[in-house]
């Protein structure tokens, strides 16, 4: 029997810590209670799943939109749900973050956008959405201190979030030097194959669509005002779990709520679906706006039904999609 790897070990460690974490949390703050309050929301729940799917889902489908060139483009509805997609399979499949990413850029190609353009659109975008969140980060935390007189956190906050804009900073660096094409070739030279020269072709490629959806500087600036409304709006819905919750539903809170939470999941991105972390997150900012610790923990769960609610039909459908595929590729190759 094969012995698993050290990023499989990793990644169990990982997960059984979130786990414990989450049941630690969960027994301290009374599951009776924390049940009844996520009962208490009733309907609301739904709405909560409807507001995200049209509203955030839809302006960050838009935000993707707006860089890929006219020429390339697909229709907004198209994107649409490939973002969904995508975004079904970064939250509930343990394959990183960035493994919807790579889904919704495989779909563009696949209805027509070129790969280096599809691929390079959503590394771009994926960049700029880094930026575009530190901003709201610091909107968030600007926020909360005005509300609550608190500033012990303000330093490690803006010191991780400094130190999160270098690394995309370098990325973004690295992306301008032609990365793809280095790599590519590094691999080539491993290889001693002139059979995996294309995957040097394939790197200058994308190197030369991402550097091309950099200079289209209305195109980024548009991207990044879009992404910045769809963090904002995006608090929309913990507005509406707060309400039916019975919580103080101020735009403020919520503005708080979503910011800080986002902040400390994406911090903690190696745990899978940040769980046990988003929940402390919802608590320790909860605490800090005067909610009760049930009430902050039936908020993080009001976000997972929503996740689940979404995800599983959004990974149901990519399975569904590259099912066909496989099968009409079987099916022409016996023909043959």
């Known amino acids: 029997m094969k012995a698993p790897s050290k990023v499989q070990l990793t990644f169990y460690l990982l997960a059984f810590a979130g786990a414990a974490l989450f049941t630690a949390l969960l027994i301290r703050e009374g599951a009776p209670q924390v049940g009844k309050a996520v009962a208490s929301a009733g309907w609301a729940i739904i709405l909560v799943i409807a507001y995200h799917l049209l509203v955030p889902v839809f302006l960050d489908t838009v935000a993707w939109w707006v860089l890929i060139p006219k020429s390339d483009r697909l229709p907004v509805r198209k994107l649409f749900w490939m973002r969904w997609i995508g975004e079904s399979v970064s939250t509930l499949v343990p394959s990183a973050a960035v493994g919807g990413d790579i889904v919704r850029a495989r779909l563009a190609a696949i209805n027509g956008v070129p790969l280096s353009v599809s691929g390079a659109s959503v590394l771009v975008d994926i960049t700029l959405g880094v930026f575009t969140q530190a901003g709201f980060t610091v909107l968030g935390l600007a926020l909360l201190v005005a509300a609550t007189g608190q500033k012990s956190f303000v330093r490690p906050t803006l010191f991780g979030t400094f130190i999160g804009i270098v690394a995309v900073g370098g990325f973004y660096f690295a992306q301008r030097l032609g990365m793809f094409r280095f790599l590519g070739l590094i691999i080539a030279r491993l290889a001693s194959s002139p059979e995996w020269q294309s995957l040097v072709q394939s790197g200058e490629a994308l ?5 091309a959806l950099y200079a289209r500087r209305r195109g980024v600036v548009v991207c990044c005002a879009w992404t910045m409304v769809s963090l904002v709006s995006g608090s929309g819905e913990i507005w509406i779990a707060l309400h039916a919750l019975g919580l103080p539903a101020t735009v ?10 986002l902040t400390i999941r994406n911090a903690a991105f190696a745990v ?4 046990g972390v988003q929940e402390g997150g919802y608590l320790f900012i909860g605490n800090l706006l005067g909610i009760p610790g ?3 923990f039936a908020l993080s ?12 039909p959004g990974i149901i459908t990519w399975q569904v999609i590259e099912g066909r595929r496989l099968l009409r590729a079987r099916s022409v190759a016996a023909a043959e």
């Open 252 to 261: 403020v809170n919520a503005l708080i709520l979503q910011s800080m939470a």
């Open 294 to 296: 049930d009430a902050a």
């Open 207 to 211: 190197d030369r669509a991402i550097r």
């Open 301 to 312: 769960l009001i976000s997972r039904v929503r996740e689940l609610a979404l995800g599983i």
């Open 272 to 275: 899978p679906a940040g769980l």
